[in-house]
């Protein structure tokens, strides 16, 4: 079964340092997706990225943050100085259909970044 | 934006009888509502959604219920078992092709042996 895959598993930084999280979506979906999850807490919206371009943004999703399609199978995001609330565990999704059109959201086994 | 509540935030349940998790979400415009089960250290995955078409669906020992009128939705699983222990997240979204999916708080389920 195809699957969503995501590099790091697990990265530690120092503040202030730049990480770039990668993920290689099911190679048919159109819709990408970031969410993180503090520990403990839930899952929290990021981005969504569709026709090369961000659909949605939340809140959390400041200027330190970016995506990008580098390529025809990867998606990356960006954190450009890393913070200490950072640390999360950051996982990339991806739909084939997006939502109207009953497209089931599968997510990868996600980054875990920690910030020192 | 729409705001998921999810209720309770613990639920221990003996092996073998039910378990009802409850969440309502706040916009009207929400019609889709997938329920994410996650184990520890695992990514979420999809155990059931319903569309806000239907009111009720099913899926062997796992439920679904909507009721849009009040805005709440709930997931029943029967006869548990063991393995059923896990995190669940409820979570609502818009019908639209690249819409976000907001999640609830989560719900821990233990199943006592």
């Known amino acids: 079964e195809p699957e969503v895959t995501q590099t790091p598993s697990h990265q530690v930084t120092q503040m202030g340092q730049e990480v770039i999280l990668r993920c290689v979506p099911i190679?048919?979906?159109?819709?990408f997706y970031w969410y993180r999850q503090i520990l403990g807490q839930k899952v929290e919206f990021l981005v969504s990225?569709?026709?090369?371009?961000?659909?949605?943004k939340s809140e959390i999703f400041d200027d330190q943050f970016s995506v990008e399609r580098p390529d025809g199978s990867n998606f990356t995001l960006k954190i450009r100085s890393t913070k200490l609330e950072d640390s999360a565990m950051y996982f990339c999704a991806s739909s084939e259909l997006g939502l109207a059109g009953a497209g089931e959201l599968f997510f990868g086994e996600g980054s875990r970044l920690t910030v020192l | 934006g729409e705001n998921v509540e999810q209720h309770p935030s613990t639920l221990s349940v003996q092996e073998g009888d039910s378990a009802v998790i409850k969440c309502t979400y706040s916009?009207?415009?929400?019609?889709?509502f997938p329920w994410y089960k996650q184990e520890l250290g695992k990514r979420p995955q999809l155990i059931i959604d319903i569309r806000s078409n239907v009111g009720e669906k099913k899926d062997q020992r796992i439920a679904v219920t909507l009721n849009k009128t009040a805005k709440h939705f709930s997931l029943h699983i029967t006869e548990t078992q063991p393995e059923d222990s896990a995190v669940y997240f409820c979570?609502?979204?818009?019908?639209?092709?690249?819409?976000?999916?907001?999640f609830g708080s989560g719900t821990r389920l233990s199943i006592r042996p």
């Open positions: 916009d009207s415009a929400s019609n889709y």
């Open positions: 979570a609502a979204s818009q019908d639209s092709s690249a819409s976000k999916i907001i």
């Open positions: 190679s048919n979906h159109l819709y």
């Open positions: 990225f569709y026709n090369n371009e961000i659909s949605e």
